[in-house]
C-alpha cells in the first residue's frame, strides 16, 4: 500500500468512537478530519476531497443516508465506509444501493474496521493501476450512447445522463468489456467488493435503473441484455452495425 497519506473524513456523534477510529487511522499514515453532525460532515465532504469517508448513519441535525445520497448526487466518486448501530438489513440494502462502498455495524473490533479501510484503498490503487497499464480509450461511443471514462461523463443522444458512483462502475465494467457475460455474482466482487455476497437484488436494482438512464425503450433493451439464468452483457460492435 502506498505512503501517501489519505485523507479521511469520519462523520460520527459518538466522540469516544471517533477517537478510537481517528488514533488508528493515523497509524495507516492517514490525516483525519472528524465532524459530529450530519450538516457539518455533509459540507466537510462537499467542500474538499478525501480519499475515504467513514459515516455514521444516526447523526444529529442530517442522518447518514441522507448525505451519502447528497454525496453521489454532485460529488465525484470518493469512497464511503457506513456505519451503524442498526441491525436492520433494510438499511443494508438501502445503504448498498445509494453507493455505499462497505457497511458496518456496531459494536464492531477495530481490527475489522481497519480491515475494511486497508480492502476499500487497495481497491482504489488496484482500479488507478489497471486504468494506467490498461490500453483502453479514454472515452467509447456506442450508437447514441457516449462515455468518459476519464472524466466520469455520460451523455444519450448528446444529452448528459447524471449516474451514480456504482452506476457508472457497472457501465464501465460493461463497456470496457463488451459481449461479456457476467452473472450477478461476478458484478457483486467486481463492483462492490467481496463482503457483499448474496445482494443480488441490488445487482438486479441497479441493472435497472441503469437502462432506465441510458436505454431509449428500457423495457426493449439495446445495451445491457439479459441471458436468463446466466447473468448480464453490454452489446458489442458488431451487434450494433448487424
Known amino acids: 500500500m502506498t505512503n501517501t497519506p489519505r485523507n479521511v473524513l469520519i462523520v460520527e456523534d459518538d466522540p469516544g468512537i471517533a477517537e478510537l477510529v481517528t488514533i488508528h487511522l493515523k497509524d495507516l499514515y492517514?490525516?483525519?478530519q472528524h465532524e459530529s453532525n450530519g450538516n457539518n460532515g455533509l459540507q466537510a465532504a462537499l467542500d474538499n476531497d478525501f480519499d475515504l469517508v467513514i459515516l455514521d448513519v444516526m447523526l444529529p441535525e442530517k442522518n447518514g443516508l441522507d448525505i451519502l445520497k447528497s454525496i453521489r448526487s454532485v460529488k465525484d466518486y470518493t469512497p464511503i465506509l457506513m456505519l451503524t448501530a442498526k441491525t436492520d438489513e433494510l438499511d443494508k440494502v438501502l445503504g448498498l444501493e445509494?453507493?455505499?462502498?462497505?457497511?458496518?455495524?456496531?459494536?464492531?473490533?477495530?481490527?475489522e474496521l481497519l480491515a475494511r479501510v486497508k480492502a476499500i484503498?487497495?481497491?482504489v490503487e488496484a482500479e488507478r493501476a489497471r486504468h494506467a497499464v490498461k490500453d483502453e480509450p479514454e472515452e467509447v461511443v456506442f450508437d447514441h450512447?457516449?462515455?468518459?471514462f476519464a472524466l466520469r461523463r455520460v451523455r444519450v443522444d448528446g444529452k448528459a445522463i447524471e449516474l451514480t458512483a456504482k452506476?457508472?462502475?457497472?457501465?464501465?465494467l460493461?463497456?470496457?468489456?463488451p459481449?461479456?457475460?457476467?452473472?450477478?455474482?461476478?458484478?457483486?466482487?467486481?463492483?462492490?467488493?467481496?463482503?457483499?455476497?448474496?445482494?443480488d437484488h441490488t445487482v438486479n436494482s441497479h441493472i435497472n435503473r441503469l437502462r432506465n438512464k441510458i436505454e431509449r425503450d428500457p423495457s426493449n433493451p439495446r445495451f445491457i441484455r439479459t441471458l436468463w439464468g446466466v447473468g448480464y452483457r453490454f452489446i458489442d460492435k458488431e451487434e450494433l452495425t448487424a
Request: proline share 2%.
Open 30 to 32: 492517514c490525516n483525519v
Open 98 to 111: 445509494l453507493g455505499a462502498d462497505d457497511y458496518l455495524t456496531k459494536p464492531f473490533s477495530i481490527r
Open 121 to 123: 484503498f487497495r481497491r
Open 145 to 148: 450512447l457516449y462515455i468518459n
Open 167 to 172: 452506476e457508472f462502475d457497472l457501465l464501465q
Open 174 to 177: 460493461f463497456a470496457s468489456n
Open 179 to 199: 459481449g461479456k457475460t457476467y452473472s450477478r455474482q461476478n458484478l457483486l466482487e467486481q463492483v462492490w467488493g467481496y463482503q457483499f455476497h448474496g445482494y
